[in-house]
């Protein structure tokens, strides 16, 4: 499960991600990180039946957490199954079925926006 982390450094340099590992034991592997000297945004996945636990961790830590169901979004009524996407995403989001339909697998999305940028037809755009 895809969770977007988000903290302040206000207050110190709390390792949120190693105290959350160390205290549930879950292994966290880190996606996509944005971290400087104010604050940090970190997409991670954890296992789905810890991810309540790792959640829970995080905002005692004081971290913001928030869970990713559907990072990318496709407007059925826009897309036009070029597979501009499907080029530029370095992670195999997308890809076409044997029917050259466009297919969508959003587990996969660490949130990149290339895909967003790359479509002609502006029919994609990621949840943040």
Do not use: Y
Not at 2 to 12: A, D, E, H, I, N
Not at 91 to 115: S, T
């Amino acid at each position: 499960m895809k969770l977007l982390v988000t903290f302040s450094r206000k207050g110190g340099h709390e390792p949120v991600i190693a105290r959350t590992v160390k205290e549930t034991g879950v292994l966290i592997n880190v996606e996509r990180a944005h971290i400087d000297s104010h604050a940090g945004e970190v997409l991670i996945d954890v296992p789905e039946e810890s991810a309540e636990q790792v959640c829970r961790s995080m905002r005692e830590a004081g971290a913001n957490v928030k869970v990713l169901e559907d990072a990318v979004i496709r407007d059925q009524n826009e897309c036009i199954d070029c597979g501009a996407c499907v080029s530029v995403c370095p992670q195999d989001v997308f890809a076409f079925d044997e029917d050259w339909h466009l297919q969508l697998h959003g587990e996969r999305c660490v949130l990149c926006g290339k895909c967003v940028v790359a479509c002609p037809q502006n029919a994609l755009s990621i949840l943040e």
